[in-house]
């Protein structure tokens, strides 16, 4: 058999494993049973194609395992027989490119998960935690590293480090990323690579402090302990911040052998966003000396590098950061500004991206201004630095797009966020994070024809009507549908506010409005007032980027219907045009989102329904859940990470789970509350929508059902968000509520009051005449509108006769709006409209209905036993014969109190 020869690295860390085996080709392959037959069956496909990189062995001993999936103590089992392990995707990889064979860093391996040719190491971790991180790397495909050496391009720890010689400070003085072990647990579970950003190790992770009590640690304090600093006494810490040397902390302090700084070198740390070294003027200084950071001291160190040059600094976040900014410009000698017109202006200063445009008002000449990185200003306080070594923003005069000039001149101005990144979509999310907290406006330019058939800028008569500028022409990009039918058939659907780093996702959406029968526009915010009025008459639905507020003026868009790309993705997957108030996030919200405050919950679903619709509104709830800037708890998330837990039918809710819950001191709220944080555009207390078990009261005894006009203020304006958007839940709605249904819940009529129901009626038929007429008047005068009748569970328990007659004559579609009071009620409490089918009040056609276990069975006599005394049995059936006629009476009860309110309904308020 031929074999197959490859370029193999002569790294000492892979030369052993890949020679071992490049000397085994064709490699023998031992399958695992766990491997489901399809991919089994694929991959003995590949193997036929290529015979000389691999084969199939029916014997363990020196073949390949191959599993699907690793688990820890099967690997443990397998390394203790000395076998050899590979992942099932790897090898699939290998059969379809074999090159792949060269970057193999040790065994077992999973798949080449982590594409950095850099090795990983671990530092600060717990002995399972460290095993844990080598055995991670391993899977992924990452060189791991005992020591910090150069071919170390990662470090993993839970906890900073002071110390001179530690891996930490190693690691910031190479530059290298600094991240916790959830970065490799993240990568393991989604299988490949995630972003670094939100497991990256926190500024004082894990560092305990003691502050000088007093102004000082009023300061300090929240600072330190929100970037992961722990506050402790001075026996448990590891580091004091005092003022001065005077201070008696300080003198204890060194007694005990603890480091000590003064409030600047943790100011310094939060600035540079790690933890810096206590040397120079980080060390606590004498009493009276002069703070770095004070004016006498700028003045003191005022120096002559950059006198002829000015510094325009209008693209530095106002701020600390600006207000550093003109420190050091003040110190180099150099003019600062922040008027763009100035033609003194020799450097623009910007926390620069090299693969980011940023349109700017300040004329661009390469000769005479040069646009720059902050950190060149920085470089420059001893010596002028060569700008050559240092980043350098691109830029495009374009002062009409420039936010950042609008802002300071007070103005709005037509494009919201701004810079654009022709990168990948995942970097767009990692930019825009970033451009919020340097203060740039990213500016999106003209877009680009999107496929299928593109109509540049609208007709002749539609432009008429007012002056359209050249650059409206290019400010909307019409596509039209592909197919003639679908869910959005006859629909002008309007993309309003999208980036153009955003590109790939637009012209996604665009082409499934399109497949699905919808017209597509591409609209910019930049064209002007007519073209936008003229543009909104054309438009159906405005399909706004994100879930915040539109980048427009409600009232240049006020007859246009908004909704966000939730929306859309929903009804393509539910082939339904759902109402935009079904769910809050279809339509955008009043604020900025993701929530910051909501970054550290992780959310648990639970308590759905058995119906079809189930699954759709757990992907409903989990859209909304990630759209707050939450993360939803999965199958394998742990309690100890789960910080809420939403109940969706309160009464569905598992007990054993409550319990597990109300340990743990894990709220369980309402899908309500989910609503509310959307609507508020921020996190609302949850003691307010807190359920039971049972889902009848809230944790502080109050009605479970959340009512906005009792909201007590702290909640702002709430109250208001969610009255409004309940009330279009139920509109074209025709709710009746028998009378029985009523007196046990006499808050029905309010609740389907504040939802809009067209007509809400309390009904007191007494006959199954009175209900056969009372349906023929609602098909008569509203055939648009659905009815909905709510039924007792009493009255369908076949008591009377020729009501259970009548109702079991009716057809299918008639007999589906007869639902339990339980569907207007749960309806209410999570604000949207539920499903019929799951509160049915009557079975399916063909289902024989059960008799109801409070019935009493009067019909037959009961058996009587030779030892069982007659007096005992004629005590028994006076029993039931009570336990009946109670029952009677609670209905009639119920009814008469029915009546009772359905009669204060109809009559006029008195004074």
Known sequence: MESLVLDVPTTPRTRDVLQSLQGQLPLALYLSPRIPKLR???????????????????????????LPDFELEELAALERRKKRVVGLPFVERFLKTPEVLNKVPALPLFDLIYNSPGAICCSGLAQDARIRCSALARWVGA?????????????????????????????LKGRLPIVRSSYLEAMWQAKHEVKMEPHLLPTLAGLAI??????????????????????????????????????????????????????LWLERCLQLRRCMPIAGELEVPQPGAVSSGSPAHVESNCGTTLMSCVLCLLYIEPGRQRDTAKALAWRCGALSTLDPADKAITHVLFHALPNTLVYVSVPVDEDRV??????????????????????????????????????????????????????????????????????????????QPVGGAVEPGLSADATAGGAVGPADTVAATTVKPTVPTGVFAGLVLGLVGWPTFLEAEEQALVQLICSHGGTAVHVLPVCSAPFRSVLSEKLDVCVCHGNGQ??????????????????????????????????????????????SNMSECTVRITALDSSRESHRQRARLEELIQALGAKVAQQTTRWSETTHVVCVLPALTDSRLAESARKRQIPLVSAQWLFACFNSSGRQPEEQYSVKVDGSQAADGRDYFFNPESAEGATGGVAALLTSFAATVLANHHICISTSALGSHPKLPQMADELGAARVRVDTWRSVAELRALLEESTTKNPLGQMVALLDKEQVCGVDEELASFLDALNPESRS???????????????????????????????????SPKKPRLEAPEALYAWQPAESKRLEQLSEEARAREMQSKAQQKVNEGLRLAELRREPSRS
């Open 40 to 66: 089994a069956a694929v991959l003995q496909e590949l193997i036929l194609r290529e015979p000389r990189l691999a084969w199939i062995s029916d014997s363990e001993d020196g073949a390949l395992h191959v």
């Open 143 to 171: 060189k791991f590293a005992e020591d910090l050496g150069p071919e170390v391009s990662l470090l993993v720890t839970a906890r900073v480090s002071l110390h001179p010689d530690s891996k930490y400070q190693a690691a």
């Open 210 to 263: 003691c502050f000088e009590p007093g102004e000082v640690k009023e300061l300090c304090q929240r600072q330190a302990v929100a970037h992961g600093a722990v506050s402790t006494s001075l026996d448990k810490a590891e580091i004091v911040i005092v003022t001065d040397v005077s201070r008696t902390l300080y003198r204890e302090a060194r007694k005990i052998g603890l480091l000590a700084a003064p409030p």
């Open 370 to 447: 040069s646009f720059l990185d902050v950190s060149w200003l920085e470089a420059c306080l001893s010596k002028k630095a060569r700008e050559s070594a240092f980043t350098k923003q691109r830029v495009a005069y374009n002062p009409s797009c420039d936010t950042a000039h609008a802002a300071a001149l007070g103005r709005s101005c037509s494009r919201g966020l701004g810079r654009t990144l022709s990168t990948t979509l995942d970097e767009a999310g990692t930019l825009k994070r970033r451009g919020s907290e340097t203060g740039l406006i990213p500016i999106m330019p003209p877009p």
């Open 550 to 595: 539109p980048p427009f003026q409600a009232s240049e868009w006020s007859s246009v219907a908004l909704a966000t790309a939730h929306w859309v993705q929903a009804c393509v997957a539910d082939t339904i045009l759902h109402p935009r108030s079904s769910f809050p996030h279809f339509e955008p919200g009043r604020g900025p989102f993701p929530l």
């Open 817 to 851: 709006i007869f639902v339990l009071p339980s569907w207007l009620s749960e309806t209410y409490s999570q604000r949207r409209r539920l499903p019929l089918d799951s509160f049915a009040a009557l079975p399916a056609a063909g289902v024989e209905t059960q008799t």
